[in-house]
């Protein structure tokens, strides 16, 4: 299967984290990501079988969120694109998996996959 992943590295607890969007459903992201990017995030298209998205998606836990993060649904671009109204709140946007806050499904906002929203924010 093909995605969009976003790296994130966090400098204030020295961790890294991927966030997969399957590419079918997110078409758009990969270039709007690319326009709109912070310092310490990257984006890109990458391919993967399912045995090693299944044994990334087991792979051990940072300190502070899974490494590996597949998540299932939309990210509503119109929505993070009037998030990110300058550096700073573009970054706040993104900042500790934020995306997530922007995922769309089954008309749930803020749903992805294996996570709950609120104890990712602290």
């Known amino acids: 299967m093909i995605y969009v992943r976003l790296m994130e590295y966090c400098e204030w607890e020295g961790e890294t984290?991927?966030?997969y969007f399957q590419w079918d459903k997110n078409r758009e992201l990969l270039g709007?990501?690319?326009?709109?990017?912070?310092?310490?995030?990257?984006?890109?298209?990458?391919?993967?079988l399912d045995d090693t998205r299944d044994r990334l998606a087991k792979s051990e836990a940072t300190t502070y969120m899974n490494q590996h993060n597949f998540?299932?649904?939309?990210?509503?671009?119109?929505?993070?694109?009037s998030a990110c109204k300058d550096d700073e709140s573009t970054h706040d946007?993104?900042?500790?998996?934020?995306?997530l806050n922007f995922v769309i499904?089954?008309?749930?906002?803020?749903?992805?996959?294996?996570f709950k929203l609120s104890e990712?924010?602290?």
């Open 32 to 48: 709007f990501l690319e326009n709109v990017m912070p310092d310490g995030f990257s984006a890109r298209e990458e391919a993967l």
């Open 93 to 99: 946007t993104f900042y500790k998996g934020g995306i």
């Open 71 to 81: 998540v299932d649904g939309i990210v509503d671009i119109g929505k993070m694109r």
């Open 105 to 114: 499904r089954d008309d749930i906002p803020g749903y992805a996959k294996g």
């Open 17 to 19: 984290w991927y966030f």
């Open 120 to 122: 990712m924010r602290f």
